[in-house]
T-cell receptor, first 114, second 114 residues
């Protein structure tokens, strides 16, 4: 069974601060996704990274996939109250029926105070 | 654009009762899955399906049944509800063909078993 350890579980910061969320595994994944979930809603995809060492930017959010494809990070610059939510990493593997099968981390609850 | 539709949004059951959570998608996705979300545990895969007539177990299948008679629908049945099944349930769908596939989630069903 592949596991993803996400840290920290909770983050409470002031508007304008920077933060990083980590997602680590002892297993290799073919791709790593980050989702954001708001209360009462389902998760929504932010980004997918598929190449070891890959860095993707989405406005103030920077996503990185580790060289060995076992870990990933999400960095938010100058956090805003609108960034508040639950952030989830999810890994998947290629091949056969595995494409759609996601393994999720425990999630990071981010609260950004004005 | 309906996407993934789950019903009901809220449900209270008594221990031992049975019920079916409904999930329908209108994106012609091959892959559909059911997850449960509990505090501090991310999303855990219950059952999944790679196409009509094909289902398989995920990480936590006990106490749940599924069927996939059409591409669009993937209902989840609780055979005899237990308090341990109190959770938020999410249905998701995606294309299977690519590594970058995005999972689209419904809004969830909050189930309480008393």
């Amino acid at each position: 069974t592949q596991l993803l350890e996400q840290s920290p579980q909770f983050l409470s910061i002031q508007e304008g601060e920077n933060l990083t969320v980590y997602c680590n595994s002892s297993s290799v994944f073919s791709s790593l996704q980050w989702y954001r979930q708001e209360p009462g809603e389902g998760p929504v995809l932010l980004v997918t990274v598929v190449t070891g060492g890959e860095v993707k930017k989405l406005k103030r959010l920077t996503f990185q996939f580790g060289d060995a494809r076992k870990d990933s990070s999400l960095h938010i610059t100058a956090a805003q109250p609108g960034d508040t939510g639950l952030y989830l990493c999810a890994g998947s593997n290629a091949g056969g029926t595995s494409y759609g099968k996601l393994t999720f981390g425990q999630g990071t609850i981010l609260t950004v105070h004005p | 654009n309906a996407g993934v539709t789950q019903t009901p949004k809220f449900q209270v059951l008594k221990t031992g009762q049975s019920m079916t959570l409904q999930c329908a998608q209108d994106m012609n996705h091959e892959y559909m899955s059911w997850y449960r979300q509990d505090p501090g545990m991310g999303l855990r895969l219950i059952h999944y399906s790679v196409g009509a007539g094909i289902t398989d177990q995920g990480e936590v299948p006990n106490g749940y049944n599924v069927s996939r008679s059409t591409t669009e629908d993937f209902p989840l049945r609780l055979l005899s509800a237990a308090p341990s099944q109190t959770s938020v349930y999410f249905c998701a769908s995606s294309y299977m063909a690519t590594l970058n596939t995005e999972a689209f989630f419904g809004q969830g069903t909050r189930l309480t078993v008393v």
